[in-house]
């Protein structure tokens, strides 16, 4: 017969497995719905999880595949998995704030004002960062395949001019940088601060529970309470994530400006 000290070690490490499970139950889901691209252990493994979620034709694998045999390569490779999982998220985030502010938000309502047009702009105005974030996935998944491009030589003519192009090209390459750090810092950061506010002030059910019948009413009054502050926590967490998203781009940037030849 198992002693008392055995049997709470045993339903311990029952209860711990099972909130394990869920766990990484929850987290799969989570990369599911958010089109997360896992890292594998090895980059042939992560082109494979890329497969999964993008159609990847025979000659784009090769090329993946190609790309990764360089150390600098995987450093390209690995950034771009990044940026593409981010922008991934950005578009799942604002999905799930569309759908709170069409179901759970009336800040008219709320502050005692007609005004049902402003449930529809907010409405749509995630939908259209949500768009926004999905174009940036799709520019992020090409520029992936094309790979990273060659910069010309420094100096020409055996060394004894600058080449213009070479700080041109530089230039170009730091673009992609600045508007990622544009997006995050003014468009993205704003509009998950701009959710989480007006979600506080205005969630609501669609239906106002008092005109549905108890119990039911308290208990999506409940459930709606619930689900929105989350959602506004949520809004402020990526909000400052935004942030620093952004200053990790503007770094980025600054660190190929290095490479001018000034």
Do not use: C
Request: glycine content about 6%; proline content about 5%; aromatic content about 12%.
């Amino acid at each position: 017969m198992a002693s008392e000290p055995e049997k709470l070690i045993g339903a311990v490490t029952s209860h711990y497995a099972a909130a394990r499970g869920f766990l990484s139950r929850a987290s799969a889901f989570v990369a599911k719905v958010t089109f997360k691209i896992p890292k594998g252990a090895t980059p042939g493994e992560t082109i494979d999880e890329l497969g999964k979620r993008w159609a990847l034709s025979e000659e784009e694998r090769l090329t993946l595949h190609i790309l990764v045999r360089t150390k600098p390569g995987v450093a390209f490779f690995d950034e771009k998995i990044q940026s593409v999982n981010r922008a991934a998220f950005h578009r799942s985030a604002f999905m799930l704030n569309a759908a709170t502010q069409l179901l759970f938000v009336d800040i008219a309502a709320q502050l005692y004002l007609s005004f049902p047009l402003l449930k529809f702009a907010l409405f749509g105005a995630n939908l259209l960062l949500a768009l926004v974030a999905h174009g940036e996935m799709r520019a992020l998944f090409k520029a992936l395949i094309a790979g990273p491009n060659a910069l010309p030589p420094k100096r020409r003519f055996f060394g004894l001019l600058p080449n213009p192009e070479y700080n041109r090209a530089v230039k170009k390459h730091s673009r992609h940088y600045a508007r990622s750090a544009w997006k995050e810092k003014s468009l993205y950061r704003p509009a998950y601060f701009l959710d989480a506010a007006s979600i506080f002030l205005g969630a609501q059910f669609i239906v106002a529970p008092e005109k549905i019948i108890f119990p039911f009413g308290f208990l999506i009054g409940k459930a709606t309470g619930l689900f929105t502050t989350l959602v506004m926590i949520f809004d402020v967490w990526r909000g400052v994530r935004a942030g620093e998203d952004a200053r990790v781009a503007r770094e980025r940037e600054i660190a190929v400006y290095r490479d001018l030849d000034i």
